[in-house]
């Protein structure tokens, strides 16, 4: 049986137990430990001095490189697409930085900006499908979306092929020439709004349907890449349509039409649970101005090739991703000569690819070598 004198003797010994490490502690052991401590605190304060240096020098490296990028940039992307047209779509929070950055690359490379098509998130709002349908006119595409017919009208007022492109037959993707598609890649017509002038065939050309200069439907109109004045009036009646039910903002005059364009991405992945949804609408625009022009490129900062962005769905969607170009990076140097030479690459080559820090196919595509023909 424990006692009494046992709890004396236990709690005396606990509290010698401890003077002696107090002496202990405040004696030699303290010197050990705080040398041990001084040691490696001058070990960590070298290598952060270490850090420190290298992360300068790659600070000042950068800089020297993207000053290197800007001074050559001219040079790069100079004449790359002289005569070309190109049209920009920017999407709901696409960076605007981006965007005339974008337009002032393109005309360092001699390429005709017709103007700037803003989609606003009305455009993917469930509750507006039914307006939005009704903004895009009379037109007929067989077993389609409203996104899908919406997509097509927008299309036919912004681009259209040029008789320039790299393929006679196919354009990007292999979508045939003859009228811009939809989803499905069915023709798509439209009947002009009464009152709306209407194309006649040019006498002497053939009255074959084709793509329309300004990217209107496709009339008979010869394939000459000069704007005739009917079409983009009925070009400029559907941006009047658009806008006016709030999916669109318009700078300049996107109605004159062009032969490439360039869609600009939404910075960062897309928030609510109707990301898939959204991104989904995005990339069926995308694949329908791709059809109906000469190549489409979109471009946007890293950010947006996170989960839920833009470029990610487009990377990760096959059959978008075989005919639209994506760059990321675009807001740098870098990634601005990336989305010329992608116009490039699709223009003349048909091609697409997934360029920039991300992409799979590096920062830069190959640009087509010069052909030149041999007299004799």
Request: net charge negative; no cysteine.
């Given at each position: 049986?424990?006692?009494?004198?046992?709890?004396?003797?236990?709690?005396?010994?606990?509290?010698?137990?401890?003077?002696?490490?107090?002496?202990?502690?405040?004696?030699?052991?303290?010197?050990?430990?705080?040398?041990?401590?001084?040691?490696?605190?001058?070990?960590?304060?070298?290598?952060?001095?270490?850090?420190?240096?290298?992360?300068?020098?790659?600070?000042?490296?950068?800089?020297?490189?993207?000053?290197?990028?800007?001074?050559?940039?001219?040079?790069?992307?100079?004449?790359?697409?002289?005569?070309?047209?190109?049209?920009?779509?920017?999407?709901?929070?696409?960076?605007?930085?981006?965007?005339?950055?974008?337009?002032?690359?393109?005309?360092?490379?001699?390429?005709?900006?017709?103007?700037?098509?803003?989609?606003?998130?009305?455009?993917?709002?469930?509750?507006?499908?039914?307006?939005?349908?009704?903004?895009?006119?009379?037109?007929?595409?067989?077993?389609?979306?409203?996104?899908?017919?919406?997509?097509?009208?927008?299309?036919?007022?912004?681009?259209?092929?040029?008789?320039?492109?790299?393929?006679?037959?196919?354009?990007?993707?292999?979508?045939?020439?003859?009228?811009?598609?939809?989803?499905?890649?069915?023709?798509?017509?439209?009947?002009?709004?009464?009152?709306?002038?209407?194309?006649?065939?040019?006498t002497g050309?053939?009255?074959?349907?084709?793509?329309?200069?300004?990217?209107?439907?496709?009339?008979?109109?010869?394939?000459?890449?000069?704007?005739?004045?009917s079409a983009?009036?009925?070009?400029?009646?559907?941006?009047?349509?658009?806008?006016?039910?709030?999916?669109?903002?318009?700078?300049?005059?996107?109605?004159?039409?062009?032969?490439?364009?360039?869609?600009?991405?939404?910075?960062?992945?897309?928030?609510?649970?109707?990301?898939?949804?959204?991104?989904?609408?995005?990339?069926?625009?995308?694949?329908?101005?791709?059809?109906?022009?000469?190549?489409?490129?979109?471009?946007?900062?890293?950010?947006?090739?996170?989960?839920?962005?833009?470029?990610?769905?487009?990377?990760?969607?096959?059959?978008t991703a075989?005919?639209?170009?994506?760059?990321?990076?675009?807001?740098?140097?870098?990634?601005?000569?990336?989305?010329?030479?992608?116009?490039?690459?699709?223009?003349?080559?048909?091609?697409?690819?997934?360029?920039?820090?991300?992409?799979?196919?590096?920062?830069?595509?190959?640009?087509?070598?010069?052909?030149?023909?041999?007299?004799?």
């Amino acid at each position: 049986m424990i006692d009494f004198r046992y709890h004396v003797v236990s709690i005396i010994a606990v509290f010698l137990a401890l003077s002696v490490g107090l002496v202990l502690g405040s004696s030699f052991l303290a010197d050990i430990v705080s040398k041990d401590l001084d040691g490696q605190i001058r070990n960590l304060s070298r290598t952060a001095d270490g850090l420190r240096h290298d992360l300068s020098s790659a600070r000042t490296e950068n800089d020297q490189l993207n000053s290197f990028i800007n001074e050559s940039k001219p040079q790069l992307v100079k004449d790359l697409l002289k005569g070309r047209s190109v049209v920009l779509v920017t999407l709901p929070g696409a960076d605007s930085d981006i965007t005339d950055a974008t337009t002032q690359t393109l005309q360092q490379s001699g390429a005709t900006v017709t103007g700037t098509v803003a989609v606003k998130s009305a455009w993917t709002d469930p509750a507006k499908e039914s307006t939005l349908l009704t903004a895009s006119g009379e037109y007929s595409v067989s077993g389609q979306t409203s996104y899908d017919r919406a997509a097509a009208a927008l299309a036919q007022a912004l681009v259209h092929k040029s008789s320039t492109a790299g393929s006679s037959s196919t354009g990007t993707g292999g979508t045939p020439n003859p009228t811009a598609t939809g989803e499905a890649g069915a023709p798509v017509t439209e009947t002009p709004p009464t009152g709306s002038p209407t194309t006649t065939p040019a006498t002497g050309h053939t009255t074959t349907p084709t793509a329309p200069a300004s990217g209107a439907p496709g009339t008979g109109a010869p394939t000459t890449g000069a704007p005739n004045t009917s079409a983009t009036e009925q070009a400029a009646a559907v941006l009047t349509r658009f806008k006016s039910a709030g999916f669109v903002d318009v700078k300049g005059n996107p109605e004159k039409g062009a032969t490439l364009a360039v869609v600009i991405a939404p910075s960062g992945p897309l928030q609510g649970n109707d990301a898939g949804r959204t991104n989904q609408i995005y990339l069926g625009l995308s694949r329908t101005l791709d059809a109906a022009d000469d190549g489409t490129v979109m471009a946007g900062d890293t950010t947006a090739t996170q989960d839920g962005g833009t470029l990610a769905a487009l990377r990760r969607d096959d059959r978008t991703a075989k005919v639209v170009s994506s760059v990321d990076g675009a807001d740098t140097n870098q990634g601005q000569v990336s989305v010329d030479w992608a116009l490039v690459v699709e223009s003349k080559e048909g091609k697409s690819g997934q360029y920039g820090l991300t992409g799979a196919d590096g920062w830069l595509p190959k640009l087509p070598e010069e052909k030149t023909e041999k007299t004799s």
